[in-house]
């Protein structure tokens, strides 16, 4: 046979095991022992993983094979296909990118990783990210309140950016987006209240949120009653939100002056919403409230103490169902140290209070009656009512330029 009739040689593509069956593949994924299916652009497969750039190493086994369309492609060298273990090169998803970031990434910053149009759509297409809006990918749920936020135009702010950071509340807030006042083409939603804000608002926070102590001026003043106002103080200042009374005072005023009064209504010693609850009520009451009040020499701490006589210890289900001994104990040291023990759980606290109220106001007249308390002079604000869209509005206070007294002590007595 002459060298000009001598048929040429076509190879064959190379078998891969797969369980117990034969296939076909390239060489490079028969190495790495993964199957290999051809992309076409009409049939995307679901999300695969790609290789940030940033991280490839000399491992990266390259070839120059016809897959260069498939999503295991990356743009290295002149049409080059990137295939190695995730563990050797930090191969990742989209959705991994996305939740590493919080659960919202940006287009830009996906591609800054090496992500490319195929592997967004591919991504999308499998479920594993959405699209809140145009240019942005999310992890999160589609009835998440940031979600809903994002999809809108805007950020969350308000008691629904504060509850995203576990901000004590009795219900669910009602979700409250931030826009700027310079905003367009939003999306509107049922049931979502939208916010027009200062374009100056919009430098501060994150990409789903307006910066929290923003939120609180916000929601501090949107509070149904001046009950929930007051626990939202407390929770910032237990958390570390709010660093002193003048720096409250500086936050609450941002949209209301007469908001800076939840300063005298918060002592920041409430540790939890039950504590926080439980005090504005008894202050509305006339009583007086000392909150973490030390038992005698030991380490134990109270609550509060209402009117010099009751021990008042609230009880949440989440810290106290395992320590029932340990409570019973610090009952009898607050017994020892001339208070009178009383505990409430979470339904005496949220569910009925009047019968609770009653019983502590039995105590305090077994015992004699209110004890004299050293406490400042200077009066609570004065709660007015509903106006306009408020729901609770205090009394502008007044600033007292005299150092304050203990309630009962005259400035002559004190001078004598």
């Known amino acids: 046979m002459s060298a000009h009739s001598r048929r040429p040689h076509v190879p064959t593509r190379p078998s891969v095991t797969v369980g117990n069956s034969w296939r076909r593949g390239p060489r490079h994924l028969r190495q790495s ?69 919080g659960g919202l990434l940006h287009k830009h910053d996906l591609v800054a990783h090496g992500a490319t149009d195929r592997h967004l759509t591919a991504a999308v297409r499998s479920r594993s990210v959405t699209r809140p809006r145009r240019g942005w990918y999310s992890t999160w749920d589609r009835d998440d309140p940031r979600y809903v936020a994002v999809s809108i135009g805007g950020r969350l702010t308000g008691a629904a950016a504060l509850g995203q950071l576990g901000a004590w509340s009795w219900t669910r807030p009602t979700v409250t987006v931030s826009v700027p006042e310079t905003a367009s083409r939003l999306r509107r939603r049922r049931g979502v209240r939208v916010v027009w804000d200062r374009v100056e608002l919009s430098e501060r926070g994150t990409t789903w949120s ?88 030991t380490r134990k701490i109270i609550d509060m103490v209402v009117d010099g006589i009751v021990g008042f210890e609230t009880d949440g289900r989440e810290h106290h169902q395992m320590r029932f001994d340990e409570d019973r104990l610090k009952d009898a040291a607050i017994a020892r140290s001339g208070h009178v023990p009383f505990r ?42 509903p106006r306009g869209r408020r729901h609770w509005r205090l009394a502008v206070p007044r600033v007292s330029r005299t150092q304050e007294l203990p309630t009962g002590r005259t400035r002559g007595e004190a001078a004598g």
């Open 210 to 297: 307006v910066d929290p102590r923003d939120a609180l001026a916000l929601a501090v003043v949107e509070a149904r009653t001046l009950e929930d106002a007051v626990i939202l103080v407390d929770w910032a200042r237990q958390s570390g939100l709010l660093h002193d009374d003048d720096d409250a005072v500086e936050v609450l005023s941002r949209r209301r002056a007469d908001a800076a009064g939840l300063v005298a209504w918060s002592d920041g010693g409430a540790e939890s919403i039950l504590e926080s609850a439980a005090g504005t009520r008894l202050r509305r009451a006339g009583h007086v409230v000392q909150r973490q009040v030390p038992v005698g020499r």
């Open 344 to 385: 409430a759980g979470t339904r005496m606290v949220r569910d009925t209070w009047g019968p609770t109220a009653a019983a502590i106001d039995a105590l305090i007249g077994l015992a004699g009656g209110p004890r004299r308390v050293s406490a400042g002079n200077s009066c609570l604000p004065r709660v007015l009512g």
């Open 33 to 101: 022992g993964e199957e290999h299916s051809d992309c076409t652009p009409q049939e995307l497969p679901t999300e695969r993983p790609i290789v940030l750039r940033d991280v490839l190493t000399s491992e990266e086994i390259l070839h120059s094979g016809s897959c260069d369309r498939c999503l295991h492609s990356a743009e290295i060298g002149a049409r080059g296909c990137v295939v190695s273990s995730a563990r050797s090169v930090g191969m990742t998803t989209i959705a991994e990118l996305v939740s590493s970031a």
